[in-house]
């Protein structure tokens, strides 16, 4: 499974801003042809897109695209337009329920069909960011095999739900902790909300690391400066690294001894503890820490 520490949105009309994505060593950059591009832009930003795919070399970033959302109009020249390019995944936003995913899959295999390219090697990525989405996810997440990831959009959800934004974001916890608890139950990755307010690099750390805590892959990120901090808060610490090391170890050795539960500095050792150390490992491998 690809790391998806940080997604970090580029704006789709902006050539300039997409190479400088470029040298940003960011996990995932987000090619966006709807919000973050005025409708009067829409054209210039799909062809703009479209040419960033076929001529940048995006290095170990995967390079994903933003289409409008189904219903709007728009959706289909934008997938038409872009998928040319080969993205290595689409984000579809703004989903209620299964429909718009099986549509963007047929819409896919379609493409792979007439380019000749390998079968079911381009992802989809959803953003869950209304009410109606909430409460369908485990249908959207049963959607298609090309479903990688859920994108949770704390700021449409807050529209659309009538509350008020805070720092503490209580108001969206709910919908925030049923995201990632769905992504988990399928075996899929879950994308924080994004921190609107990038000047606030407290405020970010603190969200990062809550997210991190409780389970998120990673978090979408609105600016360049929001990327070193949030991969960070996704990566594990070496101390980390080296105490869940040391856990799987001494379960090994008492496993081998006969026993399944053991102490270890005063607490209690067994599977599901052996669990969560074998996750610090596996994440601190996809993010290319050295053992």
Not at 28 to 34: A, N, Q, Y
Not at 42 to 49: I, N, P
Not at 119 to 138: F, R, S, W, Y
Not at 240 to 265: C, H, N, T
Request: hydrophobic share 45%; proline share 5%; net charge negative.
């Amino acid at each position: 499974m690809r790391i998806r520490r940080a997604l970090l949105y580029m704006p789709g009309d902006s050539r300039r801003k997409i190479e400088k994505a470029l040298t940003l060593d960011v996990d995932c950059i987000c090619m966006d042809l709807e919000d973050g591009v005025a409708l009067s832009e829409k054209v210039v930003a799909r062809a703009a897109v479209a040419q960033a795919l076929a001529e940048l070399d995006f290095g170990r970033s995967e390079k994903l695209v933003r289409i409008n959302p189904v219903g709007s109009g728009l959706e289909a020249v934008d997938l038409a337009q872009v998928i040319a390019g080969q993205p290595h995944g689409i984000v579809l936003p703004k989903v209620d329920d299964a429909a718009p995913i099986r549509w963007l899959d047929e819409q896919i295999t379609t493409a792979e069909t007439v380019h000749g390219w390998p079968a079911g090697e381009i992802a989809i990525l959803v953003m869950v960011e209304t009410a109606l989405g909430i409460i369908n996810l485990p249908e959207i997440c049963q959607a298609s095999p090309r479903l990688k990831a859920l994108i949770f959009g704390a700021e449409d959800l807050a529209g659309d739900m009538g509350t008020t934004r805070t720092r503490d974001a209580w108001e969206v916890f709910y919908a925030r902790s049923a995201v990632v608890t769905h992504a988990a139950a399928f075996g899929l990755q879950a994308i924080d909300m994004v921190a609107v307010d990038y000047h606030d690099a407290p405020g970010l750390l603190i969200e990062a690391r809550q997210g991190s805590q409780m389970g998120y892959a990673g978090k979408q990120a609105i600016h360049p400066s929001q990327i070193g901090p949030i991969q960070a808060a996704f990566t594990p610490s070496p101390e980390a690294i080296a105490q869940a090391r040391r856990i799987i170890k001494a379960y090994a050795d008492w496993q081998a001894s006969g026993v399944g539960a053991f102490e270890l500095d005063g607490k209690m050792v067994d599977a599901p503890v052996v669990k969560a150390a074998e996750q610090v490992v596996s994440k601190a491998r996809a993010a290319g820490v050295p053992r």
